[in-house]
């Protein structure tokens, strides 16, 4: 039976991956928990040179792009979890619809263990 894709992910943390893989560039890599298939999924990759909010906006627009071309609606998540660089946590302020960076995000942000040591 094929999992269909809906607009479920509402209870989903969105998980992010950031990998310097090459000199002067970064992937990027945006993750879910899927409930159905009891597994990560990542829902996009992006090779950039850059890491900055306009850069990082830009991946969110064309991922919205595709969302919306696949019928799946706004893309609704219960959180967001990645590790501690501003620049990261400016763009769910932006992306998430909040737009005002001193506005908290109160209970939809995480920071992971490894991070903090």
Do not use: P
């Amino acid at each position: 039976m094929a999992h269909k894709l809906g607009n479920d992910l509402q209870n989903a943390w969105m998980m992010f991956d950031h990998i310097k893989h090459v000199q002067g560039w970064t992937t990027i890599a945006y993750h879910v928990y899927d409930l159905v298939y009891c597994k990560v999924v990542t829902i996009t990759v992006c090779n950039m040179q850059s890491e900055d909010i306009e850069v990082q906006c830009i991946l969110w627009k064309k991922l919205n792009i595709v969302v919306k071309k696949k019928g799946l609606g706004m893309l609704v998540f219960k959180g967001f979890m990645m590790d501690g660089a501003q620049v990261n946590w400016n763009v769910i302020h932006i992306v998430d619809g909040i737009g005002d960076l001193i506005v908290k995000m109160v209970d939809k942000k995480r920071t992971c263990f490894f991070h903090w040591i």
